[in-house]
C-alpha cells in the first residue's frame, strides 16, 4: 500500500464516505446486505486470519474503513443489532474450528502410541510447562518491543524458573516410558487455535506460535464473541423486563378500564332507580289531585 492509499485509509476510517463531499466506491451504506456486519464490529475472521496458514481468503462482503466509521458515528444515536449478525457468523465459525480440533485429536490417539494414564499424566504436565513458557517469552518479548523494559525482564525472571520445572517434568516423564518410546514426537492440540504442538518443541518455536498472528487471531476471536454473547444476554434480559414491565401496565390498564366500567354501570343503574321512583311520585301526586278534584265536584 502506498502512503496515499494509507492516508486515504486513515481519512475513511476518520470520517467516513461523506468527507470532502465524496460517495463511497462501492455505493452503498452501511446498512446494505452486502456488507459485513462483523467488519462493521471489527471482528470478522477473513480480516483478523489474513495471511495466515488458516488464511480464509477474501471475505464475500462488503470491507470498507469509511462504512465503518459511517456505522461507528449512525450507532450512536441508534442501535443497529449488528452484534447478533456478527455473533452467528463468529459461533459458526469457532464451531466449525472446534470440530476440527476434536478430529485432530482423534487422529492423534488413532496414529501415536497410547500412553498409560499415568505416562500421559505426565506428558501433559510437561506440556503444561512448555506452554505456559511460550505464553510468556511471547508476552516478555511483545513487551520488549513497547518499551517496558521492567516488566520484561521480569517475565524472563519467570521464565527461567519455569524452565527449571519443566527439565524436572521431562526428566520423570522420560524415566517412565522405554528410550524408545520417548524419542517419538508426542503431540498436542492446541485448544485455542488447533494447532499441533510437540512435547520436544523448543522455547522459541512455542513463543512464535503463542506470540503468532494465528493464536492471537484466535484469541481475539474468541473473545469477541464472548463480549458478544455477553452484549446480546442482557439485551435480552432487559427486553424480557421491559416486556414484563409493558404486561403489567397493561393489566393495570385492564383493571383500570373494568373498574370505570363496574362504576359506570352503578351511576345508570343509580339514576334508573331515581327515575323510576320520580315516576312513580309524579303517578301517585297525579292521582291524588284527580281525587281532589272530583271530591270538590261532588261536594257542589
Known amino acids: 500500500m502506498t502512503a496515499h492509499d494509507q492516508m486515504r485509509a486513515m481519512l475513511d476510517q476518520l470520517m467516513g464516505t461523506g468527507r470532502n463531499g465524496e460517495n463511497n466506491r462501492y455505493q452503498v451504506k452501511f446498512s446494505d446486505t452486502?456488507?459485513?456486519?462483523?467488519?462493521?464490529?471489527?471482528?470478522c475472521p477473513h480480516e483478523i486470519l489474513s495471511s495466515t496458514?488458516?488464511?480464509?481468503?477474501?471475505?464475500?462482503?462488503?470491507h470498507d474503513l469509511a462504512l465503518r466509521a459511517d456505522f461507528e458515528h449512525a450507532s450512536k444515536t441508534r442501535d443497529y443489532y449488528y452484534d447478533i449478525d456478527a455473533m452467528e457468523q463468529?459461533?459458526?465459525?469457532?464451531?466449525?474450528?472446534?470440530?476440527?480440533?476434536?478430529v485432530a485429536k482423534q487422529r492423534l490417539l488413532e496414529t501415536q502410541e497410547e500412553l498409560s494414564a499415568e505416562v500421559a499424566e505426565k506428558a501433559n504436565v510437561v506440556h503444561e510447562l512448555a506452554e505456559e513458557i511460550g505464553k510468556k517469552?511471547?508476552?516478555?518479548?511483545?513487551?520488549?518491543e513497547e518499551g517496558l523494559v521492567d516488566e520484561s525482564l521480569k517475565l524472563m525472571g519467570e521464565i527461567d524458573e519455569l524452565r527449571k520445572k519443566k527439565l524436572e517434568a521431562e526428566e520423570v516423564y522420560r524415566n517412565s516410558m522405554p528410550a524408545s518410546s520417548y524419542q517419538q514426537q508426542k503431540l498436542?492440540?492446541?485448544?485455542?487455535?488447533?494447532?499441533?504442538?510437540?512435547?520436544?518443541?523448543?522455547?522459541r518455536r512455542l513463543a512464535d506460535h503463542f506470540g503468532g498472528k494465528l493464536h492471537?487471531?484466535?484469541?481475539?476471536?474468541?473473545?469477541?464473541?464472548?463480549?458478544?454473547r455477553k452484549s446480546v444476554e442482557e439485551r435480552r434480559t432487559q427486553r424480557k423486563a421491559e416486556g414484563r414491565d409493558r404486561d403489567r401496565e397493561r393489566e393495570r390498564e385492564r383493571e383500570d378500564r373494568s373498574?370505570?366500567?363496574?362504576?359506570?354501570?352503578?351511576?345508570?343503574?343509580?339514576?334508573?332507580?331515581?327515575?323510576?321512583?320520580?315516576s312513580r311520585s309524579r303517578s301517585h301526586r297525579s292521582r291524588d289531585r284527580s281525587r281532589s278534584r272530583e271530591s270538590r265536584r261532588r261536594d257542589r
Not at 54 to 62: R, T
Not at 264 to 269: A, H, I, N, T, V
Open 259 to 278: 373498574r370505570y366500567r363496574e362504576r359506570e354501570r352503578d351511576r345508570r343503574s343509580g339514576r334508573s332507580h331515581r327515575s323510576r321512583s320520580t
Open 53 to 62: 496458514r488458516m488464511d480464509l481468503g477474501e471475505c464475500p462482503k462488503i
Open 188 to 203: 498436542r492440540v492446541c485448544e485455542v487455535c488447533s494447532a499441533y504442538l510437540g512435547i520436544h518443541d523448543n522455547d
Open 90 to 102: 463468529l459461533e459458526a465459525f469457532i464451531s466449525d474450528c472446534d470440530r476440527r480440533t476434536e
Open 34 to 43: 452486502k456488507v459485513c456486519k462483523s467488519f462493521l464490529l471489527g471482528c
Open 137 to 144: 517469552l511471547a508476552r516478555a518479548e511483545a513487551l520488549g
Open 216 to 228: 492471537l487471531g484466535f484469541i481475539t476471536i474468541r473473545e469477541k464473541l464472548e463480549q458478544l
